[in-house]
Nanobody, 122 residues
């Protein structure tokens, strides 16, 4: 119902910046929020950031607070993740997700992008 396509991944040095984009199409009314998850080798997939599509509500993992910023452009059906002060620990495959905000909790639905690799070198 919802198709998500990520772009913007790549290789960057520690301390550098990168911006990820996620374009949504299809039945976007099925979701009220979008978010970014990441998965590093040997680790579980974790929520990095989420944003409501209707209200000024955002959520961040503690590990990225103050460094990453999630934003949206509803006219373009696009969500962005601005990543600053990148660390090697941020290296992972980043996945765009469509989901829901239930109170202060972001809940993922089964709408996923293909994933984009982010590699931070030291």
């Amino acid at each position: 119902q919802v198709q998500l396509v990520e772009s913007g991944g790549g290789l960057v040095q520690a301390g550098g910046s990168l911006r990820l984009s996620c374009a949504a199409s299809g039945s976007t009314f099925s979701i009220n929020a979008m978010g970014w998850y990441r998965q590093a080798p040997g680790k579980q997939r974790e929520l990095v950031a989420g944003i409501s599509l209707s209200y000024p509500i955002t959520k961040y993992a503690d590990s990225v607070k103050g460094r990453f910023t999630i934003s949206r452009d509803n006219a373009k059906n696009t969500v962005y993740l601005q990543m600053n002060s990148l660390k090697p620990e941020d290296t992972a495959v980043y996945f765009c997700n469509g989901g829901q905000f239930w109170g202060n909790r972001y809940s993922f639905d089964n709408y996923w992008g293909q994933g984009t690799q982010v590699t931070v070198s030291s």
